[in-house]
């Protein structure tokens, strides 16, 4: 019964960590954000693949699943760091975009409350950066908050998916050893076949006159 319920709870976990990472990712296509896409495509493979685990009863898919997830965790605490400028990063650079391009989040424009004007370009200047002469304004929450948020949602499940990984990992284990001992109790199970060799005496028969 309990390995029942942490499936069912890990595979509710997984299915959540889906349409989360599903709709990361839109945002993230959104704003150019390559290295997170990167992460987020690679994410999606393995939760699908610990899913599958999970469902079919097989813990090494499920044992990737939970290195995963230590490492999920890891670069979201990353990208936290990045968009607060901890340890040196700075949200104003192009790290993310691997210096492809100077895009940055898509929330930096189209946050809640946020109103976007374009600015006359100064007379004699020519550039194609048209987005330097974008003004956001009024915004309700700065868009560096709500890449955090979205972070610490997926560190959030992620820390839930490792925990009831190892638990489920733990729990077909066991099950599976339980098996073994019952199958390796008996040195001859029933279907055994005692095969000695018959010894048959052979008499000569002679026909009756």
């Not at 992460?39 to 990737?64: D, E, K, M, S």
Request: charged share 10%; aromatic share 16%.
């Amino acid at each position: 019964m309990g390995c029942c319920s942490g499936r069912c709870t890990l595979i509710f976990i997984c299915t959540l960590q889906l349409v989360l990472a599903l709709e990361r990712q839109v945002f993230d296509f959104l704003g150019y954000q390559w290295a997170p896409i990167l992460a987020n495509f690679f994410h999606i493979i393995i939760v699908i693949l610990g899913l599958f685990g999970t469902i079919q009863y097989r813990p090494r898919y499920i044992v990737v699943y939970t290195v995963w997830a230590a490492l999920w965790v890891a670069w979201n605490i990353f990208i936290i760091c990045f968009y607060l400028n901890v340890g040196g990063l700075s949200k104003d650079s192009d790290l993310l975009t691997f210096n492809i391009s100077a895009h940055h989040s898509w929330w930096s424009e189209h946050g809640p409350g946020c109103v976007r004007r374009e600015m006359p370009q100064a007379s004699g200047v020519h550039t194609t950066e048209s987005h330097s002469y974008i003004t956001v304004m009024g915004c309700l929450m700065d868009y560096q908050y709500i890449e955090v948020m979205h972070s610490g949602t997926q560190i959030l499940v992620a820390l839930l998916g490792f925990v009831y990984a190892c638990y489920v990992v733990s729990a077909i284990t066991e099950e599976e050893d339980s098996f073994d001992f019952i199958g390796g109790f008996d040195p001859f199970p029933l279907y055994h076949v005692n095969e000695k060799p018959s010894h048959l005496l052979l008499k000569p028969m002679y026909p009756s006159t």
